[in-house]
């Protein structure tokens, strides 16, 4: 397999799925519902990302307390209940986590 | 003159808690490349022009594996769906912009950014979204050239989780965002479907997942207001 045709075709792939619906010439008028379902989007990409990572381990379910995954992520709900602060959160339950797995 | 300078300057330091959140996750596509075989060159050469970890992160191992051109590129398609959304959501605040603008920020458009832009509370500014997405994209570079420097050093790199870095972050940034039953039922259905299809190794599971959200926080929204 070319390697410098499958990146072109990837970087052709991933450019147009981010560019599509900036094109202007698209014709597409979005009304309130549509915005206000679109309002959703920032909360549902966080959560569809992050879910696989905490509760999943090669594929399969894990939901053992134990799992350091799981344990770094209640952590950092936490972290980020109480404190406020992102940056702080990240950090500290990083290093928790490292020092727990 | 100065105020795109701040613009751009007030970019960046809004986006250090995600730049601190990919540098791991760079450094581990940059060490998977590597240690795979796919050789330093080529793997640096995927951020520079893809500038997507996910997408990367699984061509890189498809590639090891021996998968054909056209199952790698539908693949990418179906990860990369996800984009598409964002691109939507900022339609109306891009479309205006001449070419130039719409192609640089089109190409910047990542999760973080669109995540960046939407809890941002000040008007849209082009120079604000450059500075954003540019200082996301060069230290998405650095930590993969980072990452194949070390992972050539250091073996089993890609073994120490450093993908936990993104789980740290993103929890951090979307807590903040809870605040009303809807977006709580939203963030709920979207982590189930999520797990569900990684579970069932099914790669639209991402675009699939956030679709799901979406539409359980709006009829949530719905249902609330009929009450």
């Given at each position: 397999m070319n390697f410098w045709l499958l990146i072109t075709g990837m970087a052709v792939a991933v450019f147009i799925s981010r560019y599509l619906f900036l094109e202007p010439r698209l014709p597409l008028k979005l009304n309130d519902k549509a915005l206000r379902i679109l309002s959703y989007s920032a909360p549902a990409v966080l959560a569809a990302v992050i879910g696989p990572l905490v509760f999943t381990t090669e594929g399969?379910?894990?939901?053992?307390?134990?799992?350091?995954?799981?344990?770094?992520?209640?952590?950092?709900?936490i972290l980020m209940k109480f404190t406020g602060?992102?940056?702080?959160?990240?950090?500290?339950?990083?290093?928790?986590?490292?020092?727990i797995r | 003159m100065r105020s795109i300078k701040k613009e751009l300057i007030r970019g960046t330091i809004d986006m250090i808690p995600l730049i601190v959140a990919v540098i791991p996750w760079g450094?581990?596509?940059?060490?998977?490349?590597?240690?795979s075989g796919l050789g330093a060159f080529k793997t640096q050469m995927l951020s520079l022009t893809v500038?997507?970890?996910?997408?990367?992160?699984?061509?890189?191992?498809?590639?090891?594996?021996?998968?054909?051109?056209i199952s790698i590129l539908v693949?990418?398609?179906?990860?990369?769906?996800?984009?598409?959304?964002?691109?939507?959501?900022?339609?109306?605040?891009?479309?205006?912009?001449p070419l130039h603008w719409r192609t640089a920020l089109g190409f910047l458009l990542t999760d973080e950014l669109f995540v960046n832009t939407?809890?941002?509370?000040?008007?849209?500014?082009?120079?604000?979204?450059?500075?954003?997405?540019?200082?996301?994209?060069?230290?998405?570079?650095l930590s993969t050239l980072i990452g194949i420097i070390a992972g050539s050093a250091i073996p089993?790199?890609?073994?120490?989780?450093?993908?936990?870095?993104?789980?740290?972050?993103?929890?951090?940034?979307?807590?903040?965002m809870v605040k009303s039953s809807s977006i709580l039922t939203c963030v709920i259905v979207s982590t189930a479907v999520s797990v569900f299809c990684a579970t069932q190794n099914m790669q639209s599971g991402l675009l699939l997942a956030i679709a799901a959200g979406m539409l359980a926080g709006y009829t949530t929204y719905t249902a609330r207001r009929l009450k």
């Open positions: 399969q379910l894990n939901t053992d307390p134990a799992n350091p995954y799981l344990l770094g992520a209640v952590l950092a709900v602060n992102t940056l702080l959160t990240a950090i500290i339950s990083m290093v928790v986590f490292m020092l | 450094v581990l596509v940059g060490a998977y490349g590597v240690e500038f997507a970890g996910t997408s990367q992160l699984v061509a890189i191992g498809m590639i090891q594996a021996g998968a054909g051109f693949t990418t398609l179906l990860i990369t769906s996800r984009h598409v959304l964002y691109s939507l959501a900022l339609r109306d605040k891009i479309k205006v912009l939407q809890r941002e509370d000040q008007p849209f500014n082009r120079w604000y979204a450059l500075g954003a997405g540019l200082s996301f994209y060069i230290a998405w570079n089993d790199l890609t073994q120490i989780g450093l993908d936990f870095a993104v789980v740290a972050t993103f929890i951090a940034i979307l807590v903040p």
